[in-house]
């Protein structure tokens, strides 16, 4: 792996920036029935689309903002097991932590100490003062993550153009720590 594609590392894992050879990866999560339920269709029917889909939002925004959604990946075997990162969204003021793994990734951790990272390089690497989330209104494990690592509940919010609610969490840094 190009040790300058690695955004930041725990003990167990390494979030990196995603490339046209995460397809295979990517076509599976985003075609996973959770990230269906909770974050939408895509569009992503074949490793063409997924590379597109990479190339134009991630890989985009990493050019654009400097930052994105990430690979994260095992260190142990570098198994792909979900994204997280910083995401800029044209409907919200502030930058927003998203995150999905594979069912079989689930549960054991990864996705709090992935976003506890996410966090931590949003705030020390590119100094960021506050970070938010959106959750699907049925989606608890996601609230319940984004509580475990510092974000609060603060209201629904309308998303513009469409006819629903989302869950609305934010933090702010305040020197403390994420």
């Not at 979030?15 to 985003?30: P, S």
């Not at 903002?65 to 792909?80: I, T």
């Not at 995401?87 to 549960?107: N, S």
């Not at 509580?147 to 020197?175: A, T």
Request: charged share 30%; glycine share 10%; proline share 4%.
């Amino acid at each position: 792996m190009e040790p300058d594609l690695i955004v930041t590392q725990t003990e167990r894992l390494i979030l990196r920036r995603l490339t046209a050879d995460d397809a295979t990866f990517v076509f599976e999560l985003v075609n996973d029935p959770d990230w269906l339920r909770y974050i939408g269709d895509k569009g992503v029917r074949n490793l063409d689309d997924a590379r597109n889909y990479i190339d134009k939002g991630p890989v985009d925004m990493y050019r654009r903002l400097g930052f994105g959604l990430y690979r994260v990946e095992r260190k142990g075997d570098g198994a792909p097991i979900g994204m997280c990162g910083l995401i800029k969204r044209d409907m919200l003021d502030d930058v927003d932590i998203g995150f999905a793994f594979l069912p079989q990734f689930r549960a054991q951790g990864y996705a709090s100490e992935a976003a506890r990272a996410t966090l931590q390089h949003g705030r020390d690497a590119i100094g960021l003062k506050r970070v938010v989330a959106i959750v699907s209104p049925d989606n608890a494990a996601s609230g319940r993550l984004l509580e475990r690592v510092g974000l609060r509940f603060e209201r629904m919010f309308d998303i513009p153009g469409e006819d629903r609610q989302v869950r609305f969490y934010g933090c702010s840094f305040d020197g403390a720590g994420a």
